[in-house]
């Protein structure tokens, strides 16, 4: 069966965390409002200001502050965010997660191996997998996933064998549910 290499970040850590956030809570909504809602109304009231009042210099700089706002206020939030998570990472936590990782695709399941010994992950613990751009993860509970940069998978060719085992697997497992 097909194996990859790659090494866990603690921006991994962080960026999944992100992710999540962005899937299932506020997070997402609160990044959407303020780069498309807010400053969508910000732009209707410039229109409005412009048309009511000939004033095109005063409509510039209304526009100009929505763009400003589609731009630095979901970044802020994302820099806030970030922060906060770096805060709630234990150092502990963080150094056991990061480090080399290498998983091989088996009938049974995924087996992991770290500088720490092998497990087996059981297909049926696998509850979902999602893929971002620069990640694949592989959700294990409510909150927790197996995390895999793409960046830093040593063989992308040997990926490529490896996502279409791992998705014959999940489909496997999930024919044999039903």
Known sequence: MSE??????????????EYHAKMNGGYGKSIT???LIWPGLVVLFAMY???ASKDTE???YILTGAFVWSLGVPAYIKKKFHEHIVEEMSQETVNEAIGDY???????GLLESTESGEKLI???KILKLE???????????EAAALIIPK???TDDNGFKVFYSDLITALKKQNADKA
Do not use: A, C, P
Request: aromatic fraction near 10%.
């Open 49 to 51: 200001v412009v048309l």
């Open 4 to 17: 990859i290499s790659y090494r866990l970040r603690k921006i991994d850590l962080v960026e999944f965390n």
């Open 131 to 141: 893929k971002s751009r620069h990640h694949v993860y592989l959700y294990l509970g």
């Open 58 to 60: 005063m409509g510039m």
């Open 33 to 35: 409002r303020h780069r």
């Open 122 to 124: 059981r297909w049926k």
């Open 102 to 108: 290498q998983l091989k695709v088996t009938k049974l």
């Open 151 to 153: 960046e830093t998978i």
